[in-house]
């Protein structure tokens, strides 16, 4: 009979996974829970502002929450690509998807995998 993993890998094929990298612990969950798949990891980078303006807009966040998670988000991540959110969201998909096409090996997600094991 196959692993809860294994039936896993059969079934997904296309997974969009949204997540603020906020611990180095999370980080290193994300690389266990995610090391049988391809993932291509990208970076979502928004001026602190405009992540304020944001936050006080949505008026269900913690205010200040994105100014702690500037400060750290991004320093744990290795990225396959980068955006920027105040961009047009469908110039981004479309970025994104051209860069998915052409990516390379090792993935960054796979080096910082590598990485983790090793250190």
Not at 102 to 108: D, H, I, T, V
Request: charged residues 30%.
């Amino acid at each position: 009979m196959a692993s809860g993993e294994d039936q896993a890998q059969q079934v997904v094929t296309d997974l969009v996974v949204e997540r603020i990298v906020e611990t180095a612990a999370w980080m290193a969950e994300l690389l266990r829970l995610l090391a049988p798949f391809d993932v291509f990891f990208v970076g979502v980078h928004c001026p602190l502002p405009e992540l304020e303006r944001r936050e006080r807009a949505r008026g269900d966040r913690r205010l200040g929450d994105a100014a702690i998670d500037f400060a750290t988000t991004h320093a744990l991540c290795t990225y396959d690509f980068e955006v920027d959110a105040t961009g047009a969201p469908d110039r981004n998909v479309d970025a994104i998807i051209d860069a998915w096409r052409k990516r390379g090996r090792p993935s960054a997600f796979d080096r910082m995998a590598q990485r983790a094991l090793s250190g």
